[in-house]
C-alpha cells in the first residue's frame, strides 16, 4: 500500500484539477507534548490550544458531543473550500475525476483504521453501513436465532428484528446487567452474560455486538465474546460507530468479520462519512446491494448511497491528519480524564447511579448517569431540559436500556475540567 499522506492528496488532487490553494496554516499546528498520555490528559494548556480550534457556541455548555463531532477549524475551512470549488466545477469533475479521487480515499482511510483499501467502502455513517452489513447477511436460514442486547443502538435493533420477515429467523434481545451505586459491573460480568445468553439460544448463528454502546459508554470486551461466539459456530457484527477516534483499539484486534465505523464523531470529518469493513475472504457472506452486480466479491457493491457528498468524503483525510495530531492514545486519555472528574463526584450523591464501571477498559469519555425514580423518557427530557435550562449545559436523554431512559454526559477536546465542575454543581443541587 502506498504511504498516503495529506501531501501526496495534496498532489494528486492538484493532478485531477481539484485546486492548487491547499495550505495548513501554521497556527492549525498541534503537537503533542512528551510524557505519558495521562500527563497530557491534564495538560491544561495543550488543550487550550487544541480548544482553540473549534469554534463553540457560548450559549451552553455542551456536554452532548456524542451525536457527532464538530469540525475543527482547519477541517472545516477544508470542507467549505470543497464545497465552493465542487460547487463550480460540477459535474465535469463528477464524471471525468471522481473515480481516481475515491480510490486515493480509500487508501487514506484504510491506512488510518489499518486494513486493506479493498476491505472498505466509505458510507454515510455507521447506522447506513450496519444496516447494509444486517440486511446483507446472508449465512442465515429459517429458525436460526439472532441475538442483539438491549444496549445496541435503536436502529441496529430495528435491523436485527427485521430478519424474521427478510430471513424467516427467530431475533432474540438480550437485557445487560446494570452496575448499581453499591456493585459496579466487571469483564466477567459480561462474559457470563454472553455465555449464558449463546447457550440459551442454541440456535443463534448471528450476534450484533457493539463496541462502546451510544445510551451508556459501557466498552464490552469484543474480541473475547467473538471467540466465545465463533466456537459456537456464530458470526458477529460489530458496531464501532464511537470507537474509532474515541478509544484507540485496531479493528483486527476484534476478531470481527464484520464492521461498521463512524468517522464523524471521534474524529471530526463533516457529517455524513462512515465506512463498512468486511474481512477480506468473506465478502460473498453479505449480498450485494439490492441487486448491484450480482456476484460481484467487491466491497463497495454491499452499498449503493446514490450522489455523494464528494465535498465531506473530500475533506476526510484533512480531519483524519488533525486527528493524528493530537493522537488516539491522548484523545483517549483526555475524555477519560473529563469524564472521571464528574464521575468521581457524582458517585457521592444520594440517588444517582453512574451506568458505567471506572475501569479503563471498560469506559472512555461517554457516560450515562440515573436518578433514582427517573426512569421514563419524559421524566428524563424534563431533566435534560432542567440542566440544560436553568444551569446552561447540554446533555442528552436516552431511551434503550431496559433498566429505564437515562441522561447521557458526553465532554469534548474543546471542554475544560471547570465544565465538568460546572454539571457536578448542577446535580449537587438537583440530587439536593
Same mark, same amino acid.
Given at each position: 500500500?502506498?504511504?498516503?499522506?495529506?501531501?501526496?492528496? +495534496?498532489? *494528486?488532487?492538484?493532478?485531477?484539477?481539484?485546486?492548487? *490553494?491547499?495550505?495548513?496554516?501554521?497556527?492549525? *499546528?498541534?503537537?503533542?507534548?512528551?510524557?505519558?498520555?495521562?500527563?497530557?490528559?491534564?495538560?491544561?494548556?495543550?488543550?487550550?490550544?487544541?480548544?482553540?480550534?473549534?469554534? +463553540?457556541?457560548?450559549?451552553?455548555?455542551?456536554?452532548?458531543? #456524542?451525536?457527532?463531532?464538530?469540525?475543527?477549524?482547519?477541517?472545516?475551512?477544508?470542507?467549505?473550500?470543497?464545497?465552493?470549488?465542487?460547487?463550480?466545477?460540477?459535474?465535469?469533475?463528477?464524471?471525468?475525476?471522481?473515480?481516481?479521487?475515491?480510490?486515493?480515499?480509500?487508501?487514506?482511510?484504510?491506512?488510518?483504521?489499518?486494513?486493506?483499501?479493498?476491505?472498505?467502502?466509505?458510507?454515510?455513517?455507521?447506522?447506513?453501513?450496519?444496516?447494509?452489513?444486517?440486511?446483507?447477511?446472508?449465512?442465515?436460514?429459517?429458525?436460526?436465532?439472532?441475538?442483539?442486547?438491549?444496549?445496541?443502538? *435503536?436502529?441496529?435493533?430495528?435491523?436485527?428484528?427485521?430478519?424474521?420477515?427478510?430471513?424467516?429467523?427467530?431475533?432474540?434481545?438480550?437485557?445487560?446487567?446494570?452496575?448499581?451505586?453499591?456493585?459496579?459491573?466487571?469483564?466477567?460480568?459480561?462474559?457470563?452474560?454472553?455465555?449464558?445468553?449463546?447457550?440459551?439460544?442454541?440456535?443463534?448463528?448471528?450476534?450484533?455486538?457493539?463496541?462502546?454502546?451510544?445510551?451508556?459508554?459501557?466498552?464490552?470486551?469484543?474480541?473475547?465474546?467473538?471467540?466465545?461466539?465463533?466456537?459456537?459456530?456464530?458470526?458477529?457484527?460489530?458496531?464501532?460507530?464511537?470507537?474509532?477516534?474515541?478509544?484507540?483499539?485496531?479493528?483486527?484486534?476484534?476478531?470481527?468479520?464484520?464492521?461498521?465505523?463512524?468517522?464523524?464523531?471521534?474524529?471530526?470529518?463533516?457529517?455524513?462519512?462512515?465506512?463498512?469493513?468486511?474481512?477480506?475472504?468473506?465478502?460473498?457472506?453479505?449480498?450485494?446491494?439490492?441487486?448491484?452486480?450480482?456476484?460481484?466479491?467487491?466491497?463497495?457493491?454491499?452499498?449503493?448511497? #446514490?450522489?455523494?457528498?464528494?465535498?465531506?468524503?473530500?475533506?476526510?483525510?484533512?480531519?483524519?491528519?488533525?486527528?493524528?495530531?493530537?493522537?488516539?492514545?491522548?484523545?483517549?486519555? &483526555?475524555?477519560?480524564?473529563?469524564?472521571?472528574?464528574?464521575?468521581?463526584?457524582?458517585?457521592?450523591?444520594?440517588?444517582?447511579?453512574?451506568?458505567?464501571?471506572?475501569?479503563?477498559?471498560?469506559?472512555?469519555?461517554?457516560?450515562?448517569?440515573?436518578?433514582?425514580?427517573?426512569?421514563?423518557?419524559?421524566?428524563?427530557?424534563?431533566?435534560?431540559?432542567?440542566?440544560?435550562?436553568?444551569?446552561?449545559?447540554?446533555?442528552? &436523554? &436516552?431511551?434503550?436500556?431496559?433498566? #429505564?431512559?437515562?441522561?447521557?454526559?458526553?465532554?469534548?477536546?474543546?471542554?475544560?475540567?471547570?465544565?465538568?465542575?460546572?454539571?457536578?454543581?448542577?446535580?449537587?443541587?438537583?440530587?439536593?
Amino acid at each position: 500500500m502506498p504511504n498516503f499522506t495529506r501531501r501526496t492528496f +495534496v498532489n *494528486s488532487a492538484i493532478s485531477l484539477g481539484v485546486a492548487t *490553494s491547499i495550505t495548513a496554516n501554521a497556527s492549525d *499546528s498541534i503537537v503533542a507534548p512528551k510524557g505519558t498520555t495521562g500527563d497530557v490528559a491534564s495538560d491544561e494548556n495543550f488543550w487550550a490550544k487544541v480548544a482553540s480550534h473549534y469554534d +463553540v457556541t457560548p450559549r451552553i455548555t455542551n456536554l452532548e458531543n #456524542g451525536y457527532w463531532g464538530i469540525m475543527a477549524e482547519p477541517v472545516l475551512r477544508e470542507y467549505q473550500r470543497l464545497s465552493a470549488w465542487l460547487n463550480k466545477k460540477n459535474t465535469y469533475y463528477a464524471r471525468f475525476k471522481w473515480a481516481d479521487t475515491y480510490r486515493e480515499l480509500h487508501q487514506k482511510v484504510a491506512g488510518f483504521l489499518s486494513v486493506e483499501p479493498d476491505e472498505i467502502v466509505l458510507t454515510r455513517g455507521a447506522t447506513e453501513a450496519l444496516q447494509a452489513l444486517i440486511g446483507g447477511y446472508n449465512k442465515l436460514r429459517p429458525g436460526d436465532t439472532v441475538l442483539y442486547a438491549d444496549l445496541d443502538y *435503536s436502529e441496529m435493533k430495528n435491523a436485527m428484528a427485521w430478519l424474521a420477515d427478510r430471513r424467516r429467523v427467530k431475533p432474540v434481545k438480550i437485557n445487560f446487567p446494570e452496575p448499581t451505586q453499591e456493585n459496579d459491573l466487571t469483564e466477567e460480568d459480561i462474559l457470563s452474560f454472553y455465555e449464558q445468553a449463546l447457550d440459551a439460544n442454541p440456535k443463534t448463528r448471528l450476534l450484533l455486538l457493539t463496541h462502546l454502546n451510544n445510551w451508556t459508554g459501557l466498552i464490552i470486551p469484543v474480541a473475547k465474546i467473538t471467540a466465545m461466539a465463533e466456537a459456537r459456530g456464530v458470526d458477529v457484527i460489530l458496531d464501532a460507530a464511537h470507537s474509532v477516534g474515541q478509544v484507540d483499539f485496531n479493528i483486527r484486534d476484534m476478531r470481527c468479520k464484520y464492521v461498521g465505523v463512524n468517522l464523524h464523531k471521534w474524529v471530526g470529518a463533516p457529517i455524513g462519512c462512515g465506512v463498512i469493513y468486511i474481512k477480506k475472504g468473506h465478502t460473498q457472506d453479505i449480498d450485494t446491494y439490492m441487486g448491484r452486480n450480482p456476484g460481484s466479491d467487491r466491497v463497495t457493491d454491499r452499498i449503493d448511497t #446514490g450522489t455523494a457528498n464528494f465535498a465531506a468524503h473530500m475533506a476526510i483525510p484533512s480531519a483524519i491528519d488533525f486527528h493524528n495530531q493530537i493522537g488516539t492514545p491522548h484523545k483517549e486519555a &483526555r475524555l477519560r480524564y473529563l469524564r472521571n472528574l464528574w464521575v468521581k463526584e457524582a458517585r457521592k450523591l444520594t440517588g444517582l447511579t453512574v451506568l458505567t464501571p471506572d475501569q479503563p477498559d471498560m469506559v472512555a469519555g461517554l457516560t450515562s448517569f440515573r436518578l433514582e425514580g427517573i426512569t421514563t423518557t419524559a421524566a428524563n427530557n424534563a431533566l435534560m431540559r432542567q440542566l440544560a435550562d436553568e444551569y446552561g449545559i447540554l446533555t442528552t &436523554r &436516552r431511551t434503550g436500556p431496559a433498566a #429505564g431512559d437515562c441522561i447521557r454526559v458526553t465532554p469534548s477536546f474543546y471542554n475544560s475540567p471547570d465544565d465538568m465542575m460546572k454539571l457536578v454543581r448542577a446535580l449537587q443541587k438537583i440530587t439536593a
